[in-house]
């Protein structure tokens, strides 16, 4: 369910890698150590361990590489009943890995 700031606010996995884009060659942004965040939109990326190819968009609380933490997350770390989550909005990026 999305609160009134239009996202998803949810338990999540802690110590995952944020990566710039929905790929897991894509840049290390960040270390997600909460495990209950923000997510602010999906995008299809890399298939991954929850049989799907879906990406939610986070910051990261530790920062990697240069980077300000923001990036993505795969969907199976991200505790939503389904994904992607009904009603948050796809990023609709055009990234590279």
């Known amino acids: 369910m999305l609160s009134d700031d239009q996202r998803l606010h949810c338990d999540n996995t802690p110590g995952v890698e944020v990566h710039r884009g929905p790929h897991y060659d894509s840049p290390v942004t960040g270390i997600l150590q ?28 530790v920062f990697k590489n240069g980077f300000n933490g923001i990036g993505f ?13 009904p009603g948050l909005q796809r990023c609709n990026l055009q990234l590279s890995p």
């Open 73 to 85: 997350m795969p969907a199976y770390e991200v505790q939503a009943s389904v994904h992607p989550a």
């Open 34 to 61: 909460a495990s209950h965040s923000w997510f602010s939109c999906w995008e299809h990326g890399d298939p991954h361990a929850g049989d799907n190819d879906i990406w939610y968009r986070t910051r990261g609380n």
